[in-house]
């Protein structure tokens, strides 16, 4: 009976986590012949070098910290990694933020693409946005709600696809446009998903968290960072390098091709 009950509690978690994916997925899906008439070749190569800047720098934010969240048992640990990992994501932010600043111009020449220069100034936020959201995806598996995440997904793939759309009809087809929509999806999702644990976990954090045990948690765990991050970054990377070769060797249209 026992065993009956968990094996339908884990298939209506799956059924949930697999709804948000299906319905991002089933929204991208149907917009793509709707987009790829509103925006141009050349917009589409300047999302994609963006957003496989912002993929690896995002996933990379935390340093590889927010896995260790769903670890510990008892709950004051989880709450210091937590903490510990979303301190990671704003130095983090800090350092990309100095990175675009001094080099941002550089940057965009190098990889062939002058017109992303313009927009890198979002890099920082779009990085920030998508390392607190994994941070606060993993707080939330962790406590199985995976319904929330659910929603979340759902809620930045229908801001995202909505706005692209409304704001291409009114004229506004340009790469910026595809970036920024994304970036304030992705903004929307981080927000929903925040007051979800301020709401309902507020006081456990109010409750567990302590400064001092930031530093023993750091060390605790160090392993994460030292023996996970190197393989998760070129894994990342790897799957990220077609489009930079395209960038460097080719134009933005062939990109976005």
Do not use: H
């Not at 990379?60 to 510990?84: D, F, G, H, Q, S």
């Not at 981080?190 to 302590?210: E, M, P, T």
């Amino acid at each position: 009976m026992v065993i009956a009950q968990k094996a339908d509690k884990f298939i209506i978690n799956v059924f949930k986590l697999s709804v948000g994916n299906l319905y991002a997925q089933i929204i991208g899906v149907i917009a793509v012949p709707l987009l790829t008439r509103i925006f141009a070749p050349s917009a589409f190569g300047l999302y994609a070098l963006f957003t496989s800047i912002v993929t690896i720098l995002g996933m990379m934010a935390c340093l590889r910290y927010e896995i260790t969240i769903v670890l510990p048992e008892k709950e004051e640990e989880a709450v210091t990694l937590t903490v510990l990992s979303f301190c990671f994501t704003v130095i983090t932010t800090l350092v990309i933020s100095l990175l675009v600043f001094f080099c941002g111009k550089n940057i965009a020449r190098y990889l062939n693409m002058p017109g992303l220069s313009g927009y890198l100034w979002m890099l920082p936020l779009a990085a920030f946005v998508l390392g607190a959201y994994t941070v606060l995806n993993f707080w939330n598996t962790r406590k199985k709600d995976f319904g929330t995440i659910s929603l979340s997904r759902v809620l930045a793939s229908t801001v995202d696809i909505g706005m692209k759309i409304g704001l291409g009809f009114l004229g506004y087809a340009t790469g910026g446009i595809l970036i920024s929509t994304t970036v304030l999806g992705n903004i929307a999702s981080l927000i929903f998903l925040a007051l979800v644990v301020l709401v309902r976990y507020g006081s456990l954090f109010k409750k567990y968290f302590d400064p001092g045990q930031l530093l023993p948690a750091l060390k605790r765990y160090v392993k994460f960072p030292l023996l996970s991050s190197g393989s998760f970054l070129l894994n990342s990377i790897s799957l990220q390098v077609p489009v930079w070769i395209l960038a460097v060797f080719f134009s933005s249209e062939i990109v976005g091709f």
